[in-house]
């Protein structure tokens, strides 16, 4: 795995105990390694300290709690380890700009003029696309009952009959002059249900549209139903690089929601994971008689 066991163990951690008391001294026994290599290779590989992972988390989730229950702040704010509901509105007013009372009451009366719409239509998302080789089997939407952080996250998901052999992609395409002769790695946080096989992809194309550089996780693909959980692709970006792509690839049924995706640039000490690279490949060729 290209991506950090370390980092990928330490998030399952928390998604499992959010409602549970979390104490930092307690992850090297849980996760198998030292404090200080957790705490460095956490924020480097997401952009968050664990403690801020853990507070976005949990306000995000107590977000999802107060637009499907009629739970009391109080009970809401103490279920998340709060010490009081006015420490828990501070907190929550700092990340959705609204207290929690009125954010209730505002997201529920959105969810209600949205219920209202077709829900057999894609929602046109800005900045993406659906394609791949039976778009129209699969639908790309906007959830606001499922997120990672904020209030909302993209949603890829099969709606009939479909097999291992269709697929489809929600994606987008930028220029490539920003990130010319660099390394960089493109982040995100990825939810499944029920998938036969899934996972993020990018890929850098030249002047003459030949795909230079690629990766699409298939050598470690998420199947099945898991948690949100952060994953990572680094791919060098050529002086020849005209376009890069991005996205979700779902093959097959199931549903996959993503969200925090997040471009940076990374040194050459961070190992690629182009598939395209030449020491993917054997040295020499072999079985040249089909013998074997």
Known sequence: MYYSEVTQRVIAFI????????????????????????????????????GEYIRERRLATAAILLLQSNESLLTIAFLFHFQSQEAFTRAFKEIYSLPPGKYRKLMQAVRMMEEEKEMNESQEIKGWSLSGSNPELYEVTVDSNVFHTGTKSGMLYSKGEVNAQHFATMMQGFQAHDYKGKRIKLSCFLKTENVFKCGAWLRIDNGMGDTIQFDNMDNRSIQGTSDWNHYSIVLDVPEDSSSIYFGVLLIGQGKVWADGFRFEEVTKKVPTTNMLDIEHLPEHPSNLDFSE
């Not at 104490?23 to 480097?44: A, E, M, N, T, W």
């Open 15 to 50: 998604e499992s105990n959010l409602t549970e008391e979390i104490q930092l001294d307690s992850f090297p026994s849980v996760i198998g390694y030292s404090k200080y290599h957790l705490l460095r290779i956490f924020k480097q590989e997401t952009g968050k300290s664990i």
